[in-house]
T-cell receptor, first 113, second 116 residues
Framework: NAGVTQTPKFRVLKTGQSMTLLCAQDMNHEYMYWYRQDPGMGLRLIHYSVGEGTTAKGEVPDGYNVSRLKKQNFLLGLESAAPSQTSVYFC????????????FGSGTRLTVV | AQKITQTQPGMFVQEKEAVTLDCTYDTSDQSYGLFWYKQPSSGEMIFLIYQGSYDEQNATEGRYSLNFQKARKSANLVISASQLGDSAMYFCAMREVGTSYGKLTFGQGTILTVHP
């Protein structure tokens, strides 16, 4: 019953440091997404993937990179963290189609100081 | 242009009363899905209810119902008999079939506070 698992749950980075957020799903979903949530702005799409080996940019991709080497994993990388990347990051997966919503991970709270 | 608009940053309701959370959307697609999610203070995103653009009846899930007015492009969430545990942030979201591989576009959210 794992669903979507995000690691880590919390992290504090110094400006300029790099890190990778891991998202893993066990539902055999084709589509995976990374969102960031900021106060008053809802959730904004960073990058997404429609299948193993494919990735695409979302609304706010600058400063982030992603990889989907295996169908069940979707990694979000920050190469050189900036304070503007302080946010809560959500991973989600979906089988696709208009009538399917997302299964969300529990989120990662990232603070860049 | 904003695709999903939630005009109520915050709403207050008395326990056991009903409350309506507003959501309007903008799309040129004929086929799309509308979703509501709840985010309690613990932070997780919980799916509440779904309405398809071709569904003729309003969706209902327990105490949640979706007042879907297609011509007005509105998809308001109605919570009946509010409970203290309903206090949370609520997001409206839309999924368009024809674009971007089914990504969800979210509104800004409405914080609901239920008073005893």
């Amino acid at each position: 019953n794992a669903g979507v698992t995000q690691t880590p749950k919390f992290r504090v980075l110094k400006t300029g440091q790099s890190m990778t957020l891991l998202c893993a799903q066990d539902m055999n979903h084709e589509y995976m997404y990374w969102y960031r949530q900021d106060p008053g702005m809802g959730l904004r799409l960073i990058h997404y993937s429609v299948g193993e080996g494919t990735t695409a940019k979302g609304e706010v991709p600058d400063g982030y990179n992603v990889s989907r080497l295996k169908k069940q994993n979707f990694l979000l990388g920050l190469e050189s963290a900036a304070p503007s990347q302080t946010s809560v990051y959500f991973c989600a997966s979906s089988p696709g189609g208009a009538d399917y919503g997302y299964t969300f991970g529990s989120g990662t709270r990232l603070t860049v100081v | 242009a904003q695709k999903i608009t939630q005009t109520q940053p915050g709403m207050f309701v008395q326990e056991k009363e009903a409350v309506t959370l507003d959501c309007t959307y903008d799309t040129s697609d004929q086929s799309y899905g509308l979703f509501w999610y709840k985010q309690p203070s613990s932070g997780e995103m919980i799916f509440l209810i779904y309405q398809g653009s071709y569904d003729e009846q309003n969706a209902t899930e327990g105490r949640y119902s979706l007042n879907f007015q297609k011509a007005r492009k509105s998809a308001n969430l109605v919570i009946s008999a509010s409970q203290l545990g309903d206090s949370a942030m609520y997001f409206c979201a839309m999924r368009e079939v024809g674009t971007s591989y089914g990504k969800l576009t979210f509104g800004q959210g409405t914080i609901l506070t239920v008073h005893p």
